[in-house]
């Protein structure tokens, strides 16, 4: 069974605890933090990417409501909160479920299995698109915040693999996209050629390198290391003897 890997944000240190025992109960949930606000939220996101996030809404500072609409790339919500009049905004930002305190373990059980399923077709949306690619594609899509974002092979920079997501850096966008997947389903996606894994963490696109130094491969503003063992392949294909 697939996991999803959740965040807890809540300001009451009661609510905290009983979500935590919840979601222990639940087979699939894996806990990948516990916050008391949306600044601690915010700073956990821009290191772990989460799959499902159980959130208050009032809390201080900074409502669970304003958290999730300040989010660039933006998981699953469950608003966890004991106020009722929210629910007609949680629905314009089409949260998971919003549950009412105190939850029952069956009513959170419930919640959870709903985004499960949400998430399984994703990936399931997802894996269409990568079955049968193009041997040279103009473009393909990724699922981002649940929706199919069209990616131009042309503008592709270079490609960064981090665990279970992926940034594309595109010369189009100031900002890379970030797509749950792995490297090697991005680049089963990418034409046969033109393209090159110069390390774990890295693909990129052979016509973008500016310069190489020190096993370091420039490309506009981003340095992008070179593995000892993809060093000969890359400078074969840029016809480079040394």
Do not use: W
């Given at each position: 069974?697939?996991?999803?890997?959740?965040?807890?944000?809540?300001?009451?240190?009661?609510?905290?605890?009983?979500?935590?025992?919840?979601?222990?109960?639940?087979?699939?949930?894996?806990?990948?933090?516990?916050?008391k606000?949306?600044?601690?939220?915010?700073?956990?996101l821009?290191?772990?990417?989460v799959?499902l996030?159980?959130?208050?809404?009032?809390?201080?500072?900074?409502?669970?409501?304003?958290?999730?609409?300040?989010?660039?790339?933006?998981?699953?919500?469950?608003?966890?909160?004991?106020?009722?009049?929210?629910?007609?905004?949680?629905?314009e930002?089409?949260?998971?479920d919003?549950?009412?305190?105190?939850v029952?373990?069956?009513?959170?059980?419930?919640?959870?299995y709903?985004?499960?399923?949400?998430?399984?077709?994703?990936?399931?949306?997802?894996?269409?698109?990568?079955?049968?690619?193009?041997?040279?594609?103009?473009?393909f899509?990724?699922?981002?915040?649940?929706?199919?974002?069209k990616?131009?092979v042309?503008?592709?920079?270079?490609?960064e693999?981090?665990?279970?997501?992926?940034k594309?850096?595109?010369?189009?966008s100031?900002?890379?996209?970030?797509?749950?997947?792995?490297?090697?389903?991005?680049?089963a996606?990418?034409?046969?050629?033109?393209?090159?894994?110069?390390?774990?963490?890295?693909?990129?696109?052979?016509?973008k390198?500016q310069?190489?130094r020190?096993?370091?491969?420039?490309?506009?503003?981003?340095?992008?290391?070179?593995?000892?063992?993809?060093?000969?392949?890359?400078l074969?294909?840029?016809?480079?003897?040394?």
């Amino acid at each position: 069974m697939q996991t999803l890997k959740c965040l807890i944000v809540d300001d009451e240190s009661l609510a905290r605890k009983l979500m935590e025992e919840n979601i222990r109960q639940v087979p699939f949930l894996e806990l990948a933090g516990i916050c008391k606000n949306a600044f601690e939220a915010m700073q956990v996101l821009a290191e772990t990417p989460v799959d499902l996030i159980f959130l208050d809404i009032q809390m201080p500072g900074m409502l669970g409501t304003q958290l999730l609409q300040s989010l660039p790339v933006k998981p699953m919500v469950i608003f966890v909160t004991a106020y009722s009049n929210y629910a007609v905004e949680s629905y314009e930002l089409e949260v998971v479920d919003y549950l009412m305190k105190p939850v029952s373990l069956e009513r959170f059980t419930k919640a959870a299995y709903k985004a499960l399923d949400m998430h399984q077709k994703k990936i399931a949306l997802s894996a269409q698109t990568v079955e049968k690619s193009p041997e040279n594609p103009d473009f393909f899509f990724v699922n981002v915040e649940y929706s199919l974002v069209k990616i131009p092979v042309k503008d592709i920079t270079h490609i960064e693999g981090m665990k279970d997501y992926v940034k594309i850096f595109l010369e189009t966008s100031k900002k890379p996209v970030l797509t749950k997947s792995t490297l090697k389903g991005i680049e089963a996606k990418l034409p046969a050629q033109g393209f090159l894994r110069v390390h774990k963490s890295f693909i990129v696109n052979l016509d973008k390198i500016q310069s190489i130094r020190n096993r370091e491969i420039k490309i506009g503003d981003c340095e992008i290391p070179v593995g000892e063992s993809n060093l000969e392949e890359l400078l074969r294909l840029l016809n480079y003897s040394r």
